[in-house]
T-cell receptor
Framework: GENVEQHPSTLSVQEGDSAVIKCTYSDSASNYFPWYKQELGKRPQLIIDIRSNVGEKKDQRIAVTLNKTAKHFSLHITETQPEDSAVYFCAASLNSGYSTLTFGKGTMLLVSP | SAVISQKPSRDICQRGTSLTIQCQVDSQVTMMFWYRQQPGQSLTLIATANQGSEATYESGFVIDKFPISRPNLTFSTLTVSNMSPEDSSIYLC????????????FGPGTRLLVL
């Protein structure tokens, strides 16, 4: 089955810096890659996703890039703010009629003022 | 936007007992899933709740321990049976088919502590 590796496990940045979280996946047939943000005590919330026919997607300060050949995708957050502090999970899915997601282990992002 | 709710939000249970968790969506969805999130860990899929048929369980999870029902397109239950302290976790339902056939949205979770 699919295996998703996520790095780093923790990331500390100063407010205003950029943050990058990287994930690799094993199944070349995976074609959907969402990112979730989970604040302490809250549910995971989808923040951005990308499909395998697209190389990059942006939404304000957040961007995701996908390299299908290397089987890796990354989350980029620019101009980080303290409210970006949370655990971020990447996931991969093989959309064969319905999607089951395989999650990475998560990255705890801490943005210091 | 659609609302996904879970009941109870939290519970403390004695070992050997069972707890049934409910997941309710305010609109019909294609798929419903149940996840476990142990403290400080990632999300692990327990099973896919199939409407009108038996759930599809992931490796390491069995129906006797985690019976699941899905009587219609908006509701599902997960029972954690014969609980032990190792079952202490957050249990989350997720749904597919609200905005697209790819994006899963999560319920608020049920925090379970087994003593």
């Amino acid at each position: 089955g699919e295996n998703v590796e996520q790095h780093p496990s923790t990331l500390s940045v100063q407010e205003g810096d950029s943050a990058v979280i990287k994930c690799t996946y094993s199944d070349s047939a995976s074609n959907y890659f969402p990112w979730y943000k989970q604040e302490l005590g809250k549910r995971p919330q989808l923040i951005i996703d990308i499909r395998s026919n697209v190389g990059e997607k942006k939404d304000q300060r957040i961007a995701v890039t996908l390299n299908k050949t290397a089987k890796h995708f990354s989350l980029h957050i620019t101009e980080t703010q303290p409210e970006d502090s949370a655990v971020y999970f990447c996931a991969a899915s093989l959309n064969s009629g319905y999607s089951t997601l395989t999650f990475g282990k998560g990255t705890m992002l801490l943005v210091s003022p | 936007s659609a609302v996904i709710s879970q009941k109870p939000s939290r519970d403390i249970c004695q070992r050997g007992t069972s707890l049934t968790i409910q997941c309710q969506v305010d609109s019909q969805v294609t798929m419903m899933f149940w996840y476990r999130q142990q403290p400080g860990q990632s999300l692990t899929l327990i099973a896919t709740a199939n409407q009108g048929s038996e759930a599809t369980y992931e490796s390491g999870f069995v129906i006797d321990k985690f019976p699941i029902s899905r009587p219609n397109l908006t509701f599902s239950t997960l029972t954690v049976s014969n609980m032990s302290p190792e079952d202490s976790s957050i249990y989350l339902c997720s749904v597919l088919g609200l905005a697209s056939q790819e994006t899963q949205y999560f319920g608020p979770g049920t925090r379970l502590l087994v003593l």
